[in-house]
């Protein structure tokens, strides 16, 4: 019995070296509407995921070359192939085996010998979340937001394609070159900020927001699972010029991050929050750009913003 894979249930890789539970299984998933890859081993499954990626895959644990954890471990090590969800089969009962599947990036086991029914619910169960995750995710990338997940040391836990580019834009301009991965922290100043506000978080309006002079804010809060944080990460479209207003008005580059902040309403130490300093230092730079442009106080030096932008404090 043939399927079009345009009308199948999804596509199925199974890895097992035994011919009695490859035919089982096939014909379990053939008779309900899935399409059906077959390997035998875990090199010739990596092989054909280099060419095409089924939507779940069933992997043996006791396989002959590289075992089901070793094959599991370089498929969720590869971006490519990371998101695909993978179920054990196994005759193992004992613990230990069962929780380093999970340690290996399994998403679920199933024990030998293997019952049809409950293969077909487990699969279906699984597609269905991996398809919400990847609904989610696609809505994601229409969208002007990027989502990452921190942990409270700000190390990346998940973050969308259009995530990883912001951040890796951002971290240029703190004169970092290596990409933005999962395991790795937020680039600086976004992490200081992030430990800062998971540490001392405001009892009444909760996380406060991130505002980087480069376009790039942030708004954090908690994630649905327990020790993580989401963050939501946005881009300015009318971004400040920060170097024309610092040689426009005589400022360092800091002086003009602070004076950009106190014309968007920022206080002291709100400011100190977002730049990684002291409400003081703050306040030691303020009087210094008092001074430098004859001003004295913070309207008359948002009114000269006014003016070098033409009325606008976006």
Known sequence: MTHDPLSSNGTVMIVDDTPGNLA???????????????????????????????????????????????????????????????????????????????????????????????VLARIEVHLSQARTFQRVQNALQHTELSAVSIDAAARIIWLTPSAKQWLDEFSLQYGKTTATEVGEWLPTPLSAWAKQAIKNPDTTTGFADYHAPQGLSAKMDLSAHLGEYLLLLQKSTNDWDLQSLRDSLGLTFREAEILMWISRGKTNKEIGLILDSSPRTVNKHLEHIFEKLGVATRAAAVTMVLQQRGGNLN
């Open 24 to 118: 089982l299984l096939s014909d379990t998933l053939s008779d309900a509407n899935y399409r059906v890859l077959v390997a035998t081993d875990g090199l010739s499954a990596l092989e054909q995921l280099q060419y095409l990626k089924p939507d779940i895959i069933l992997l043996d644990v006791m396989m002959p070359g590289i075992d089901g954890f070793e094959t599991c471990r370089r498929l969720k090590t590869d971006p490519s192939t990371a998101q695909i969800p993978v179920l054990f089969m196994t005759g193992l009962s004992e613990l230990d085996d069962l929780l380093r599947g999970f340690g290996e990036g399994a998403q679920d086991y199933i024990v030998k010998p293997i019952r049809p029914p409950e």
